[in-house]
Nanobody, 130 residues
């Protein structure tokens, strides 16, 4: 599979917006589970949003109602639209892909767990200043 390539990061003030893009040029990525993750210095990588092949989505509680994940299968791009950015959103943001994201024993979709993913981009930096 070709590498995932993120773009769209940058510096923004509190309350601002950014749209991240993940180019996923492989032939089968539109059938994959895709996710956005972030990692701040000294912190573990955390799941931000995930989207399945059928378009179903999931979000971390910290970004619900502010971030939206969506994809354009024709362009093979997965987006993360971010609004009302906060300083705690500052991090390196990574795009990831998996052939399938599993479910827990309780039926919870595991698309926000890094271990579910096989392919990763190199990240794009987001900095939110007050």
């Amino acid at each position: 599979q070709e590498q995932l390539v993120e773009s769209g990061g940058g510096s923004v003030q509190v309350g601002g917006s950014l749209r991240l893009s993940c180019a996923a040029p492989g032939d089968t990525y539109d059938t994959y589970c895709m996710g956005w993750f972030r990692q701040a210095p000294g912190k573990e990588r955390e799941g931000v949003a995930g989207i399945n092949a059928d378009g179903s989505t999931t979000y971390a509680d910290s970004v619900k109602d502010r971030f939206t994940i969506f994809k354009d299968n024709a362009k093979k791009i997965v987006y993360l639209q971010m609004h009302d950015l906060k300083p705690e959103d500052s991090a390196m943001y990574y795009c990831a892909a998996a052939r399938e994201c599993g479910y827990s024993d309780y039926g919870e979709w595991q698309a926000l767990l890094p271990n579910e993913y096989n392919y990763w981009g190199r990240g794009t930096q987001v900095a939110v200043s007050s």
